[in-house]
């Protein structure tokens, strides 16, 4: 498995491929992935422009450890294959592949990037993918889209399109996206890949933001797509274990550990009843304070 | 002769203008010198008004010839009507050979470029130049020198004589028929006149222009009538709109919020943030997001800030309305909060002799803890520009750049890496305006740099989390962004000379030359 | 390649450049205005002529209007300008003829 399937994504933010001043140096503000487009936030008369900017942004630019995400046209538009094979020869880490509606459209993309990776002399399987749902068909085929390729690490919630589906809109009270966030993680957790949440586009409401990412994270999703940076450490602060958290994990995997070689199966650890079930939930939950660098243990 | 900042400094400069080559900030600590004085014509009738008809009766009462030097102030900023209005007279008089002494000179003076080129204006000397002004400067228009000298440098050069002003004019919000002029009040409001002040005391003749004549007595006055040839009313003396404006929104721009929080999260961790502490901060994006955040903490911390000094913007206005400063110690306003702050019985006006003059027996820039300042460029060795753009034309002013960063205990600078794609940071500045033993610590987006003169502050940041670098590191990661820049090609006739602030040679400024690809 | 017909990429915003290229006289016809002449003047010449060398393009008026881009942009926008002027929206050479 590419190791990179589980690497952390707490934060994906989107940048216009086609503006220099905001691609150079998005890495300063330590976002784990960057979601660089070539969709909607290019006019369609600047597909092109767009795709020679991104090709040397991704050659040129050292992104300093940011996951760099390429998100193509969907594949209704003529555009979607030389995005592909212009994002994988810049050496791009994942495509997001829009408007996903089904495992098919996953494979195609999936055949693309294999093939580029071909033509480009590139290890294969290399390049991972995302795909991001925007429709009520695609949120009832969460499931089968989370199957269907090997490089696909995790799905996303893209909720404008998704509302207007639904015939609603944002209300920035979270009911409208209630069922498709449910359904998704769901699927995601069932097919053992991550799953991000919809972007919060109103800047000026810090505080709605924060009560979203609350939201999401006690949901269970992995991260969330951000528009701007003053977004991402409110993110990463949610995302950052508490300490007592922190200690209570590194109780449990130390207890798990040598309960496990003395043959026990079920103990306490702060009067609480803790098995072996335990031990992946406080392995993650370490992993994430150090990936926040909180973490100053020896775990 | 090289300098103690490392420049060169040409031998017929200095047989020019008389003057030394700059040795370090303290050289002239103890010096003693007798103070100029003004030629002062007695006023003992009774007759009861000085207000006379027009700007051409006040020059040809105040005697105006060929060479004479011309006192303004810049309180007006890009809304000010007076230097031009005064030149325009100047001109039509057919008058040669003006120096314009001014504190400084912005874009609202572009209409001079007429009279530097006919000869009306021959010399400059001003805190700095922007727009056309600086162009002509740099394109060698200008027949005599240009001098950039600092808000306290313009006040030691005049108090020690080596600069005489024969008339100066005060653009006065307020005043009444006997002089009394107040920055307060009036179409024009801008709260202060703190850089008029030396201009009183010194100048032979001094003419207040307004564009509210009040009932007499204004008071309290910000210039005494004692000091006050003639008064003389116009329809107005400037765009109030570009005089003081509406308080800037606060930043939303990330990159300016992250320099804020570094600069924040720097000064609480030094030992000089403590109940009753002192700071100055400019009018930059990052240095008033870094006032906001400051004002936060101090709260939570239950600190007190003794005094703030400005140039005042509404933030720092702002730590007097919630009482969280004792006094605001004020020379400039630059928004209408500060303007209106003036008022507050807290709120000190201070002249810019008592702010920033390195000759008088003590400034308050000497009492600072914190000074947080912009710059153009800084390189290794910390030495700032903050005149002399990245084109080589002169398109900046020190203000009070050198004289708070000499003063402060702990001077910040902050910048982004890159302006445009042009490094902020780097190997050597294209002019020096204040010397790198006057900065501190230099605060990028991409990391912060402690002078390494400062071994006390790099202790004690030795376990604060904040992304240190050395000044070399943050120059090379721009230079590996941008590619390494090639200098700017000047010719070689000097120009102007940027002065330090106690009177020497810091750097000079060329000629600039029309660009060439090199192969 | 030969350059078909007048094209333009890239915009005046800060750290992009507009390249606008028209069929030359026989040579490559170069103009560079930029917010950052001095310092990098002869660098964003070399870059557009490096550029314009692997695209094998000898023949063409390329003029810039630089508000400080970095070198992969310049280059972005001199191909952008060139497939433009000759209508190629597909199967480009990404790592041959376009080099990082």
Known sequence: MNPNKKRLRRTMMFLNAQKPGLIKDPYIYAPDSLMLDLEDAVAENQKDAARFSLYHALKNIDYKGCERVVRINGLETPFWQEDIRCAVAGGCDAIRLPKTESAGDVKKVEDAVTAAEKEFSLPEGRVLIMAAIESARGVMRAMEICEASERLFGIALSGGDYTKDLHTHITGTGIELMGARQNMVIAARATGVQCFDTVYTDLDNMEGFRQDVETIHLMGFDGKSIVNPRQINIVHEIFTPSEKEIIFSEKVVREIDKKRAEGIGVFTVDGKMIDIAFYDGAKRTIDLAKASGVYKGDL | ?519 | MEIMKPAIAGTLESSDCQVTVEPGDGEIDFTLKSSVMNQYGNQIRRVVMETLENLEVSNVKISIVDKGALDCTIKARVEGAIFRSVGQMEHLPWGGAIKP
């Open chain 2, 1 to 519: 002769m090289i300098n103690a900042v490392g420049r060169e400094i040409p031998e017929d400069i200095l047989e020019m203008t008389g003057k030394e080559v700059f040795h370090g900030n303290n050289y002239f600590d103890g010096h003693v010198f007798q103070k100029a004085g003004a030629y002062t014509k007695c006023v003992i009738n009774s007759h009861g008004s000085k207000v006379i008809g027009s700007i051409h009766e006040a020059l040809v009462k105040c005697g105006i010839k060929d060479g004479m030097t011309l006192g303004f102030h810049h309180h007006f900023r890009d809304g000010d009507y007076i230097v031009n209005m005064v030149m325009e007279e100047v001109h039509k008089m057919g008058i040669k050979d003006i120096t314009i002494c001014a504190s400084s000179l912005g874009k609202a003076h572009d209409p001079l470029v007429e009279y530097i080129e006919d000869g009306t204006i021959t010399n400059i000397q001003s805190s700095g130049v922007r727009g056309k002004i600086g162009e002509a400067i740099s394109n060698g228009k200008l027949k005599g020198l240009a001098i950039m000298r600092s808000h306290g440098g313009r006040v030691r050069a005049i108090e020690t004589g080596e600069v005489h002003l024969d008339i100066s004019f005060i653009g006065a919000p307020t005043c009444d028929d006997y002089g009394n002029c107040r920055g307060i009040g009036g179409k024009s409001n801008c709260g202060v006149l703190s850089y008029s002040m030396v201009d009183g005391d010194y100048a032979d003749h001094v003419v207040a222009i307004t564009d509210c004549l009040v009932p007499f007595p204004n008071f309290p006055a910000h210039i005494s009538m004692t000091k006050v040839d003639y008064v003389v009313v116009v329809d107005e003396i400037g765009d109030p709109e570009k005089i003081a404006t509406g308080a800037a929104k606060p930043t939303t721009d990330m990159r300016k919020l992250m320099m804020a929080d570094y600069c924040t999260q720097f000064v609480v961790n030094t030992p000089y943030f403590k109940d009753g502490f002192s700071y100055q901060t400019g009018v930059g994006g990052a240095s008033i997001a870094s006032t906001i955040s400051l004002s936060k903490i101090m709260k939570e911390r239950g600190i007190r800030m003794r005094f703030g000094i400005g140039g005042l913007t509404k933030p720092m206005c702002d730590l007097l309305i919630n009482d969280q400063v004792d006094a605001l110690l004020d020379t400039q306003d630059f928004d209408l909060a500060a303007v209106e702050s003036v008022k507050d019985l807290r709120h000190f006006r201070i002249s810019a002799g008592q702010y920033a003059s390195p000759f008088n027996k003590g400034a308050v820039v000497n009492k600072l803890d914190f000074v947080i300042l912009a710059t153009l460029e800084v390189d290794v060795n910390f030495n700032c520009n903050v005149v002399v753009g990245s084109d080589g034309v002169i398109t900046g002013a020190q203000g009070g750049h050198p004289d708070t960063a000499a003063g402060a205990k702990c001077t910040i600078v902050i910048t982004p890496l890159l302006q445009g794609r042009t490094p902020a940071v780097c190997t050597e500045v294209t002019t020096v305006t204040t010397p790198g033993e006057s900065i501190d610590v230099v605060i990028t987006d991409y990391g912060i740099a402690i002078n390494p003169i400062r071994q006390d502050l790099i202790e004690c940041m030795k376990d604060v989390d904040l992304p240190f670098k050395t000044i070399e590191e943050l120059r090379d990661i721009a230079y590996s962004i941008a590619g390494k820049p090639q200098k700017v090609q000047f010719g070689d006739r000097v120009v102007g000379i940027i002065e330090g602030r106690d009177g020497t040679i810091m750097d000079v400024v060329r000629q600039i030359k029309p660009f060439e690809f090199s192969e």
